[in-house]
């Protein structure tokens, strides 16, 4: 990375005020479409976290908790067992996006609650806190790590981190300060202890790893506000300071851009949720290879080749040619188009297996998909076009940069996902608990009644 950091960014008190904004936030001053979002966000990470504890990965993690010991303050998420509130941190923060079906948000580049929840949902176990400090909790985090990932910009990514764990380790670290009750001056240096431990590359895209950097963000966040708590020392400006976290690792770093309207811009209802459950830079095309499966004039066995366009960022995301793995095919362009054409139930969690990514039928079709990049295309837009036989064109677009405007109508979505992928592991009883009190969270005195639903009867 380049190091052209002028004085300007170095004298920009990021870190300083980024702070003070989470610290002093209060849940009588969010804006009600925050709140609500903020609930769609826990709801869905619930979900997918309850959904995806039986994983291997998380096994593993279970196990390794389990020879460590530790006091059982928390709940591990799906299963009738307790840690410690880190190893709670950890091993939930990682069941949460083992399935890669969690939320996204374009400020951080990244998962936005993935690295937060399991974080602040620990502490308020442990602490006793209500539904609402809950929130506040969550939505310091959130904020604070969209305005990280706005400062680095797109170079950090670019590079080879991935935000989901390196500016998530800052939404965790100032979800947990404002959970903890610490002030600005000790939530600033709990962000300067999160900077000097946050790691995640991209590199590991399709292994247990990529699972693995959201809860170590998570935990990595929550220990670095507990030592803040102690009196342990960092630096206050370890964002915008020389040799710190930017001036390390991004060429594009923008104080203005993490500090438009602070205060008052909230970026929680920009975020997006996920319905196929695969990498979102698969999304767009699926629901363009879906258009041209509806096209009248489509025919499956008489396909002669498949172009699909992408933006040129998806090509080192989700573009693995040949999958082998359910895994592999999450992060497979061609493949998930293929699945899409072939009208594969995307959103089924069970569909991404080794029997799906080896199926005759799907690599067939998936032999005929060249992938490409296009910079005139959105971030999340995509362009497939179909060549038959016969000498049939279809060509069809998908964009999904902007969110639904339409709050509720993602709600019903995000319960409707909720119910299918939930109720399978802890009952129909325990679902239909989580989402009632989740719908009626900031009211919520007591979240243990939620917690014991989060786990099966």
């Known amino acids: 990375m380049s190091h052209a950091i002028d004085d300007t960014v170095e004298h920009a008190d990021v870190t300083r005020l980024l702070a003070e904004n989470s610290s002093g936030l209060n849940f009588d001053k969010l804006p009600d479409d925050v709140v609500f979002v903020a609930k769609q966000c826990i709801l869905d990470w619930l979900g997918v976290t309850i959904a995806g504890s039986s994983d291997p990965l998380v096994q593993i993690l279970r196990d390794s908790a389990r020879a460590d010991g530790g006091d059982p303050h928390a709940t591990l998420i799906g299963v009738a067992d307790r840690g410690s509130v880190r190893q709670a941190a950890l091993i939930n923060g990682s069941a949460g996006h083992a399935l890669d079906y969690d939320d996204v948000l374009r400020p951080l580049g990244g998962h936005p609650t993935a690295p937060i929840m399991p974080a602040v949902l620990a502490l308020a176990e442990r602490h006793g806190l209500d539904g609402a400090a809950l929130l506040t909790a969550f939505v310091a985090g959130l904020e604070t790590e969209a305005r990280v990932g706005l400062f680095m910009g797109d170079s950090h990514y670019a590079a080879g981190w991935h935000a ?66 102690r009196g342990f020392t960092s630096r206050s400006d370890a964002l915008e300071c020389f040799q710190g976290f930017g001036y390390t690792q991004s060429d594009t770093v923008s104080p203005t851009a993490a500090l438009e309207d602070l205060g008052s811009l909230f970026y929680a209802p920009r975020t997006q949720f996920k319905y196929h459950a695969a990498c979102y830079g698969t999304h767009s095309p699926i629901e363009a290879a879906r258009k041209a499966r509806l096209n009248p004039g489509f025919n499956r066995d008489d396909v002669a080749k498949i172009e699909l ?149």
């Open 164 to 229: 989901t764990a390196t500016v998530g380790t800052f939404g965790a670290a100032a979800g947990s300060a404002r959970s903890m009750g610490l002030n600005a001056e000790q939530t600033a240096t709990a962000l300067g202890i999160a900077a000097t431990q946050a790691a995640g590359l991209k590199s590991m895209f399709g292994t247990m790893c990529k699972p693995l950097h959201a809860g170590k963000a998570a935990e990595n966040g929550l220990l670095a506000a507990d030592l803040a708590s």
């Open 309 to 457: 366009k992408v933006h040129p960022r998806c090509l080192s995301v989700c573009n693995i040619q040949e999958p082998e793995t359910g895994l592999e095919v999450k992060f497979s362009l061609r493949h998930t188009a293929a699945l899409s054409l072939s009208d594969a139930p995307t959103g089924d969690l069970h569909l991404y297996s080794v029997e799906t990514a080896t199926d005759p039928d799907y690599v067939a079709l998936r032999q005929k998909v060249a992938v490409s990049g296009d910079a005139d295309l959105n971030r999340n837009g995509s362009e497939i076009i179909v060549h038959q036989t016969d000498g049939t064109v279809i060509r069809e677009v998908a964009d999904l940069t902007v969110p639904s405007p339409d709050f509720n109508d993602t709600w019903n979505r995000l319960q409707e996902k909720f119910s299918a992928i939930v109720a399978p592991v802890v009952g129909d009883a325990n679902a239909e608990t989580v989402l009632r009190m989740v719908s009626d969270l900031e009211n919520q005195d007591d979240l243990s009644a939620l917690m014991k639903a989060c786990v099966p009867s």
